[in-house]
Nanobody, 122 residues
Framework: QVQLVESGGGSVQAGGFLRLSCAAS????????MAWFRQAPGKEREFVVV????????RYADSVKGRFTITRDNAKNTVYLQMNSLKPEDTAVYYC???????????????WGQGTQVTVSS
């Protein structure tokens, strides 16, 4: 089975930065599109960014475009999310996901990590 483990979450002041990591099982990055979603308390899980295994096709949510960057290190089977200029509204549990298609909806992702908390204070 595909296993995903997130790390790197924490608390930061507005305007600060964090880098999240998603460690995947062997060859996952070659066979799947990888995405990040986030979920705040009482809200639905929302799309953040998705990229294909090659990194050729990448799409960001408008709310994070220009501030967040997704990268892949296939040699380490790891996906990263660099988050700069963080805002209080970025506060949420962040999940990485793997799926057969690069899409913005949760339906297309069969494999999920357990999430890592990101808290941004004013």
């Amino acid at each position: 089975q595909v296993q995903l483990v997130e790390s790197g979450g924490g608390s930061v002041q507005a305007g600060g930065f964090l880098r999240l990591s998603c460690a995947a099982s062997e060859r996952t990055l070659r066979n799947y599109a990888m995405a990040w979603f986030r979920q705040a308390p009482g809200k639905e899980r929302e799309f953040v960014v998705v990229t294909t295994w090659s990194g050729i096709s990448t799409r960001y949510a408008d709310s994070v475009k220009g501030r967040f960057t997704i990268t892949r290190d296939n040699a380490k089977n790891t996906v990263y999310l660099q988050m700069n200029s963080l805002k209080p509204e970025d506060t949420a549990v962040y999940y990485c996901a793997a799926g057969g298609f690069a899409d913005v909806t949760t339906t297309h992702y069969a494999y999920w990590g357990q999430g890592t908390q990101v808290t941004v204070s004013s």
